[in-house]
């Protein structure tokens, strides 16, 4: 059982409690309750479950798929789901949700794209009206594809809870914690951790500290799971029982017109009910909202020379049926020794079969000296090339081979990584925050090409053959 403490409430909405209480482990199957006795034992399904609940089960996958990958859960609760109104479009419409990517919404450029952050609205707004589309590629209606979107709010959500029937929200908070309800329990999200609600859950988004901003991915068609170890061992980078799970909690109040606001092919839906769905007394499976803190991470990086693939850094995966090909990888930059001899440290000039979404929580960006700003963003698309900027490699290039070990602190830079071609929204490529002048970083680079080549020393150096160390280490 883990423990969190909270500070008192700033901003509007229901408090949370001084602690909350979380089960721990990614991919358990667990069982919670907010009430001794409420789950029935023995079965799922009894005809009368304790204390007069229904049983309801929510899939995450089809009854049929491997046992390995089947997510389902039980939520025993005073009312059914299935007790609301009939869905209607929302009115006013969002128009900028996008989960179809096609010429009709989105278009496609090479160029390399970086945002400012963008600024906190003036207006009343929720995580809902505030949430946007950036770029993405696939279809939710075909069940393959990504879309990455950012937020940003002011307000907490009244009377209402979104549900997302399109995919997966990996949700991170770049300013402000959220205190996002759901129907198996509370979830406090601070900058720094992240959330995911699968396809299906219906959630509130509170805000205690007032104005919030942060990314969302989603992912049509699959799950996120943690990435294969191989050679690192059984131990290292993020470590299942790090990820935690809310416990049980409910709402039994009336709530007239209380609305349910679904996603459903991009488009929003809304529904009225006269209870909160917040109404799960237990519940029992492995299909569950999660969070986890990503100072918890444990990164690897090499120690003799080079630099490694960001790959190294993958806290979770959303797999595709090709093997080591990820629909949307969630990789990190956190705080970590950079200890390689003779070695261009920062990361390494690129172009890649894949694409990179890059954010950044708090801090700076070990390959963008500036411009690179907490809450801002940049797209990489596939086979674009990017790398560190002017400032960067000269600065790099000007300590020299004797650059002793370096801690990198005070960052958390995130990727967002995967092997479909992005389209761009137009209000991305058409917003005041993008960056027209993010070519200029790499402008300044120079040609530093000699045509005699290095001196053998150099060459003798980066081999590991340097003469005077090895004779000062025999003597």
């Not at 790398?387 to 004797?402: F, H, L, V």
Request: charge should be negative.
């Amino acid at each position: 059982m883990e423990r969190e403490s909270k500070a008192v409430s700033k901003g509007d909405g229901p408090d949370f409690p001084a602690e909350l209480e979380y089960e721990s482990g990614f991919g358990n199957h667990m069982a919670s309750e907010a009430i001794p006795g409420a789950l029935p034992q023995g079965q799922n399904s009894p005809l009368v479950c304790p204390y007069g609940l229904y049983a309801e089960q929510i899939s995450g996958t089809s009854f049929t798929a491997p046992r390995k990958l089947n997510l389902r859960s039980w939520l025993y609760r005073i009312k059914p789901s299935v007790t609301h109104e009939p869905f209607k479009p929302r009115v006013p419409g969002h128009g900028k949700l996008v989960s179809e990517f096609n010429q009709s919404n989105s278009s496609t450029t090479p160029t390399q794209l970086r945002w400012k952050p963008e600024d906190i609205p003036h207006s009343p707004t929720d995580f809902i009206d505030g949430l946007y589309t950036v770029c993405g590629a696939g279809s939710s209606f075909l069940r393959d594809g990504f879309a990455i979107h950012m937020y940003t709010a002011n307000k907490s959500m009244d009377n209402c809870a979104f549900c997302n029937a399109d995919g997966d929200f990996l949700i991170v908070p770049q300013e402000g914690r959220l205190w996002i309800t759901t129907e198996c329990g509370r979830l406090q999200v601070s900058p720094g951790e992240i959330a995911v609600l699968p396809q299906g859950f219906r959630f509130s988004v509170n805000l205690p500290d007032g104005p919030s901003r942060g990314y969302v991915a989603e992912v049509f068609g699959t799950h996120f799971q943690l990435p294969d170890l191989g050679p690192i061992g059984a131990n290292g980078l993020a470590a299942p029982r790090d990820f935690l799970v809310p416990k049980a909690w409910f709402e039994e109040s009336s709530c007239p017109g209380y609305t349910i606001v679904q996603k459903f092919g991009g488009e929003l839906f809304t529904a009225r009910q006269d209870f909160s769905p917040f109404n799960v007394v237990a519940w029992h499976g492995n299909y569950v909202p999660y969070k986890y803190d990503l100072s918890k991470f444990c990164p690897y990086n090499t120690v003799l020379f080079d630099h490694s693939d960001p790959s190294i850094n993958t806290v979770l995966t959303a797999p595709t049926d090709k093997p080591g090909v990820a629909l949307l990888d969630f990789v990190i930059f956190p705080p970590r020794w950079l200890v390689a001899e003779h070695t261009f440290r920062p990361p390494y000039y690129h172009r890649n079969c894949m694409t990179e979404f890059m954010g950044l929580i708090h801090g700076g960006y070990e390959a963008k000296a500036d411009g690179f700003l907490p809450g801002g963003a940049s797209l990489h698309s596939c086979m674009t090339p990017h790398g560190p900027d002017t400032k960067t490699y000269e600065a790099t290039i000007s300590r020299g081979n004797e650059a002793g070990p370096h801690r990198i602190t005070d960052t958390m830079a995130f990727m967002f990584e995967s092997f479909l071609m992005p389209r761009i929204c137009p209000w991305a490529l058409e917003s005041p925050f993008m960056d027209p002048d993010y070519y200029q970083c790499w402008i300044g680079l120079k040609s530093h090409f000699q045509r005699d080549g290095a001196n053998e020393k150099d060459i003798n150096n980066r081999n590991g053959h340097d003469e005077t160390k090895i004779g000062a280490h025999h003597g």
